[in-house]
């Protein structure tokens, strides 16, 4: 328990205290968001560096996304960034 307390005091607080007054870099994209219509999906599984995104249906993995943005240079048309 120590051992918690100590890791706790060096760390500090882990959180955002108040989400909705938050400032964002300028370099924040959004989430990602997919139009399921006429995606290549086999290329855009392909395309993805860190595996996000899976086949059948196309989806993100928001755990795993690095927000890198390569999906949406690839295919504009189709994966936006809100």
Known sequence: MFENIKIWWHQGKQ???DV????LPGI???RPVITRS????????ELCPTGAITGN???IDLGKCT??????FRFP???SFT
């Open 15 to 17: 959180y955002i205290p």
């Open 20 to 23: 909705t007054n938050a400032k």
């Open 28 to 30: 924040f994209r959004g």
């Open 38 to 45: 006429g995606v290549d999906e086999a290329a855009l599984v």
């Open 57 to 59: 249906p196309v989806c």
């Open 67 to 72: 927000f890198c943005g390569e999906c949406a």
């Open 77 to 79: 048309e189709k994966i």
